[in-house]
């Protein structure tokens, strides 16, 4: 306990943890980070309020740690603040450089603008983290005098520029962590002295040029790009890093590696024989790549492997007959290549299979009967795949996710899958099956239920494709569907997507927001549909890079362009989605008269800036609407459409905001935030190569896709060969 009459006075806040200090200094520095409310237990050094509502959000984090003397408990400073996921909206307060004593800061998750404070090299700090938050320009090179700092934490932002040289000069950093800002040129000579580095990511940056070879004398280093290095190296992750050319053969002298994720990059060949003899090896992705050939026999060799992911490929040919002797496979990713012929019978020995996925592929055949035996199988994909006709053989009960769309199947649907207890996702789609969906009503365990091209029976509730989606309504017609109803609609499709991300048990990212996949009840109850392009959201992974899959007009910037792919992509889809409700108009098909008006979130925008942001309502409402709910769902929408992911607000957010519990972010304009030319006339011309496919994309607009990924060298692996004992 600190007693409130211990000040040690003088022009630094040494103790200030008596009111009138607490006012100058703590309350000075919650103020600049954009607090609206404020209150601390000086006695206690616990903060009891602070935020821009009297309750915190349920993920929010804020905490002042102080330290007294053993010796004298009147001598006491504070060490430590962390103010995290409070949505702040201001700057970096530069009153911190009056707590010498502090060490660590954590303002992560919140909306600060601004760049580092100089006054802040000042300091003694050990520690900051200032993930995801709106900063931008360049990192400034005074950084590099903060000798103290063992781990500096920038991810998630908008930095610009290049990786200043003077961060060399930082040598107890112990963590440096860069990835998903817009830095540009290449890794500065001055890191080679980061000796004491054990974490350093960097991924999703537009870097050039090649790895640098002195990363192998960072002797520290545990995680590198997200992985760890060195001949002992057992994890490497390179993922969306733009790599090109053929996978390098002197991995295997890394004889300690388990974990190999090349995926989402411009890789192609063939798996180098090398590897066969990487016996430590448990995880191998390489995903989203343009590898080819055939799968090689060799694969066998690696008893330990419990993930191969293959998937987005052009590998061809047969599957071959050794991959059953992976007897400790857990997922098998196969999909979007070119196999043909059948799955093989010694598959019948990967009882451990938990995970497989085979989808658009070239196969035929029926399924096996080896099937019923995978007991632990929890989901399964076969999907868009030609020459099956029969329906599976399922026994396993641990089954969450079967999708079997597009198989030609025939026949009536067995009944056995309706007693399973943990079936969430069902898609029987695109086939020719008859029968009825039993008890289905008493079953609300189904996150998705697609049945289009069924017969029979069904409960009209879970018959998605019976309903009339949110396209009939632009324009709009009827008078109960162009008034308030609107609202209710945004607000619905908005909690539908805060259940897919945060509240259901498997969490995933739809991927195809938009109004024909939005349906409606009788109510006017809106209900999501599609499923089909839908990515699980994998609790370890908060990036993924994936192949380009949905409707163009839509799509999130960093999607298109990158492959990156987090839940911030359905929130950037959501907010087009108000517009064209608020509007009456498709996004796809709007025709501005002049560059400003290429798309409606452009023509948005800029009726925002201009103070006119009513004139985009729907005429049809001929006046007859809310006027603070329009500007509210179009403020709404503006934010969930910002060009930088972590500029855009989480779906709960997104409902607080519609329903008015908390206040609209102010909107950043995105020019220039990126470095790119945002506006729907670019991006309707974005061609995407590796794990940015095209093959996946609905393209409305009937425009051609261009490219504008160059094919630059970039980050290969070092060229000298590496030596290992």
Request: proline residues 5%; charged residues 20%.
């Amino acid at each position: 306990m600190v007693s409130s009459n211990m000040l040690n006075v003088g022009s630094d806040c040494l103790v200030i943890l008596s009111w009138p200090w607490f006012e100058g200094c703590l309350g000075q520095i919650a103020k600049t980070l954009g607090s609206k409310f404020w209150k601390f237990d000086a006695e206690n050094c616990k903060v009891e309020t602070v935020g821009l509502t009297e309750t915190p959000p349920p993920t929010a984090k804020q905490e002042i740690e102080c330290e007294c003397s053993p010796t004298n408990e009147t001598d006491c400073h504070i060490i430590k603040i962390a103010f995290k996921d409070h949505n702040l909206p201001g700057t970096l307060p530069p009153e911190i450089q009056k707590l010498p004593y502090l060490q660590e800061i954590d303002f992560a998750y919140n909306y600060l603008n601004g760049t580092i404070p100089l006054e802040w090299t000042m300091t003694n700090l050990t520690t900051i983290s200032l993930l995801v938050n709106r900063l931008s320009g360049p990192i400034p090179k005074e950084v590099g005098d903060m000798t103290s700092l063992t781990s500096l934490d920038l991810e998630s932002n908008a930095f610009t520029g290049t990786i200043p040289e003077e961060l060399g000069n930082l040598a107890n950093l112990e963590k440096l962590l860069l990835s998903s800002n817009k830095l540009t040129g290449g890794l500065p000579d001055s890191l080679a002295k980061l000796e004491k580095l054990e974490d350093f990511r960097i991924n999703d940056l537009q870097l050039t040029g090649r790895i640098p070879s002195y990363i192998q004398n960072w002797k520290g280093l545990k995680r590198l790009f997200n992985n760890n290095t060195i001949c002992h190296i057992t994890e490497l992750v390179l993922r969306n890093f733009t790599l090109e050319g053929k996978l390098p053969p002197d991995l295997a002298k890394l004889r300690y590696l388990q974990s190999i994720d090349l995926s989402a990059n411009y890789l192609t060949g063939t798996i180098p024989v090398e590897w066969a003899s990487m016996s430590h090896l448990i995880l191998i992705s390489l995903s989203g790549n343009s590898l080819s050939g055939t799968l090689p026999t060799w694969l066998q060799n690696l008893k330990n492997l419990k993930f191969l992911g293959l998937e987005g490929n052009q590998f061809s040919g047969h599957i071959p007959d050794e991959l059953g002797n992976l007897t400790n496979l857990e997922r098998l990713y196969l999909s979007s290549n070119q196999f043909t012929g059948s799955l093989p019978i010694t598959l019948a020995k990967l009882v451990n299979l938990e995970r497989f996925w085979i989808c658009d592929n070239n196969l035929s055949g029926t399924f096996p009967a080896y099937m019923g035996n995978w007991s632990q199988l929890k989901r399964l994909r076969i999907s868009d795949t030609t020459g099956i006709d029969s329906f599976p053989i399922l026994s396993s009960k641990a089954i969450e996710t079967l999708i079997l769309r597009n198989l030609n199947l025939s026949g009536p649907i067995p009944s056995y899958i309706w007693s399973w207890p943990n079936l969430r996702r069902l898609d029987l789609s695109f086939n020719k099956l008859t029968g009825e969906v039993q008890d289905i009503h008493k079953a609300p365990k189904f996150t998705y239920l697609a049945g289009n091209m069924l017969t029979g029976n069904f409960e009209s509730a879970f018959l998605f494709n019976s309903k009339p989606n949110i396209t009939g309504l632009l324009p709009c017609a009827g008078p109960i569907t162009c008034k308030s109803s609107r609202k209710k609609i945004c607000v619905g499709i908005a909690k539908g997507l805060e259940f897919l991300h945060e509240g259901s048990m498997i969490r995933m990212v739809h991927r195809d927001i938009k109004t024909s996949n939005v349906l409606l009840d009788a109510d006017l109850n809106a209900k999501i549909s599609d499923f089909g392009l839908a990515r699980l959201h994998e609790e370890e992974h908060t990036h993924i890079s994936t192949k380009v899959a949905g409707t163009m007009g839509y799509m999130a910037p960093e999607y298109v362009l990158w492959g990156q792919l987090t839940e911030k992509v359905d929130v950037y889809s959501f907010g087009v989605v108000v517009v064209e409700i608020v509007s009456g108009q498709s996004n796809t098909k709007h025709k501005g008269s002049d560059d400003d008006q290429v798309s409606l979130i452009n023509w948005a925008l800029t009726l925002q800036q201009k103070g006119d942001i009513l004139e985009i309502v729907d005429p049809m409402l001929e006046g007859d609407f809310n006027s603070k709910e329009a500007v509210r769902m179009i403020n709404v929408a503006l934010v969930c459409t910002n060009s930088s992911p972590s500029m855009r607000p989480t779906m709960s957010e997104a409902v607080q905001m519609l329903e008015g519990v908390i206040e609209i972010k102010e909107v950043m304009p995105d020019s220039g935030l990126y470095g790119h030319d945002w506006s729907m006339s670019k991006l309707m011309h974005i061609d995407t190569r590796g794990r940015s496919s095209t093959s996946g994309v609905t393209d409305q607009t009937e425009t051609s896709m261009k490219s504008s990924v160059s094919g630059f060298d970039l980050y290969q692996y070092p060229s000298s060969s590496l030596e290992c004992p």
